[in-house]
């Protein structure tokens, strides 16, 4: 009798445990219908200081539409609808930006798993057409038909084409807040736990970048299902110097002042991304995202931060 009293107690404090850690536990997942729609406003901010005075202040901002236009059990269709002016956006000059008015972009075709995690951007060639064309006449403008000034421009632009072009330069690069949006998805873990890993950090231009992240909750509201997420990551300076060097050595730069620059360059890259959410239905109320590069050369000290907010307009 004793020994089926001890199994049985164990039994219920098992139980007991259970239910209080899956109590804790957060899942995001999409549970997203058809004909889902959200309204949502992004501001992309970039500065950047020498020697602490600051030297550019750019910002743009556009509003989208997410519609879900397809849920099956095995993934989703959304379309990303917008208005967004790519020539401000990456200060393009006026010829350029009178060129993309005329065949303005205006929609997104993505896919996502069943739990709402980023696959792909289905309509990417129709945007990869437009850059493409947009490079071309950046090429002709600098140039200013000047055979030898076009070879060299073209030289220094090629490494930066996949970013512009490519379908993983489109979906990493130009609309990277989709990456951002969806980051979350597939995430199941304690509310109180921080979450350490080494991290694999896309480069369009070599090999990934590693960096040490955690993530971990700042709060949850368990009635609400609303919850604030933490994303901190330290990207290796190795990885990024090796990264900077490809690239200088990818645009042709070369000679005896760049080697001795690059002699006593050094780069701290940190990332310190919030997320608000809403984790069921699996919508963000606010995502920002910041990224701080730290750049020392010849005794020069730059620093650089890239924002992007993702703020929900309705729910």
Same mark, same amino acid.
């Given at each position: 009798?004793?020994?089926?009293?001890?199994?049985?107690?164990?039994?219920?404090?098992?139980?007991?445990?259970?239910?209080?850690?899956?109590?804790?536990?957060?899942?995001? %997942?999409?549970?997203?219908?058809?004909?889902?729609?959200?309204? !949502?406003?992004?501001?992309?901010?970039?500065?950047?200081?020498?020697?602490? %005075?600051?030297?550019?202040?750019?910002?743009?901002?556009?509003?989208?539409?997410?519609?879900?236009?397809?849920?099956?059990?095995?993934?989703?269709?959304?379309?990303?609808?917008?208005?967004?002016?790519?020539?401000?956006?990456?200060?393009?000059?006026?010829?350029?930006?009178?060129?993309?008015?005329?065949? /303005?972009?205006?929609?997104? &075709?993505?896919?996502?798993?069943?739990?709402?995690?980023?696959?792909?951007?289905?309509?990417?060639?129709? &945007?990869?057409?437009?850059?493409?064309?947009?490079?071309?006449?950046? &090429?002709?403008? !600098?140039?200013?038909?000047?055979?030898?000034?076009?070879?060299?421009?073209?030289?220094?632009?090629?490494?930066?084409? /996949?970013?512009? #072009?490519?379908? #993983?330069?489109?979906?990493?690069?130009?609309?990277?807040?989709?990456?951002?949006?969806?980051?979350? !998805?597939?995430?199941?873990?304690?509310?109180?736990?921080?979450?350490?890993?080494?991290?694999?950090?896309?480069?369009?231009?070599?090999?990934?970048?590693?960096?040490?992240?955690?993530?971990?909750?700042?709060?949850?509201?368990?009635?609400?299902?609303?919850?604030?997420?933490?994303?901190?990551?330290?990207?290796?300076?190795?990885?990024?110097?090796?990264?900077?060097?490809?690239?200088?050595?990818?645009?042709?730069?070369?000679?005896?002042?760049?080697?001795?620059?690059?002699?006593?360059?050094?780069?701290?890259?940190?990332?310190?991304?919030?997320?608000?959410?809403?984790?069921? /239905?699996? %919508? /963000?109320?606010?995502?920002? #995202?910041?990224?701080?590069?730290?750049?020392?050369?010849?005794?020069?000290?730059?620093?650089?931060?890239?924002?992007?907010?993702?703020?929900?307009?309705?729910?």
């Amino acid at each position: 009798m004793k020994y089926y009293f001890i199994l049985t107690l164990a039994f219920l404090i098992s139980i007991n445990i259970y239910s209080q850690n899956d109590s804790l536990s957060v899942s995001f %997942v999409a549970y997203w219908e058809q004909g889902d729609v959200y309204d !949502f406003k992004i501001t992309k901010i970039k500065k950047q200081w020498k020697n602490d %005075v600051l030297v550019k202040n750019d910002s743009s901002q556009y509003i989208a539409k997410f519609e879900v236009i397809e849920a099956s059990d095995d993934y989703y269709r959304i379309k990303w609808k917008f208005v967004m002016d790519l020539g401000s956006s990456f200060n393009l000059p006026d010829e350029i930006k009178q060129q993309l008015n005329k065949k /303005p972009l205006t929609e997104l &075709i993505y896919k996502t798993s069943e739990l709402g995690e980023f696959i792909e951007i289905e309509n990417w060639q129709e &945007i990869s057409e437009l850059m493409t064309d947009v490079f071309k006449s950046l &090429i002709t403008s !600098f140039s200013k038909n000047d055979i030898k000034n076009k070879e060299k421009f073209e030289a220094a632009m090629a490494p930066f084409l /996949p970013m512009f #072009t490519t379908k #993983t330069g489109l979906e990493q690069f130009v609309f990277k807040e989709l990456n951002y949006f969806h980051f979350p !998805f597939g995430i199941v873990f304690n509310s109180n736990e921080v979450l350490e890993y080494e991290d694999e950090i896309p480069n369009i231009l070599g090999k990934t970048i590693k960096g040490d992240s955690k993530i971990f909750f700042e709060s949850v509201d368990f009635e609400n299902f609303y919850c604030v997420l933490i994303h901190q990551s330290n990207l290796n300076p190795e990885d990024t110097r090796a990264a900077v060097i490809k690239l200088f050595n990818d645009m042709g730069l070369k000679g005896d002042e760049l080697n001795n620059a690059l002699s006593t360059f050094k780069l701290d890259t940190r990332d310190n991304n919030r997320f608000e959410y809403y984790y069921n /239905p699996g %919508v /963000p109320a606010l995502i920002e #995202t910041e990224r701080v590069l730290l750049i020392d050369v010849e005794n020069q000290h730059s620093k650089a931060i890239d924002k992007t907010i993702i703020e929900l307009i309705n729910l």
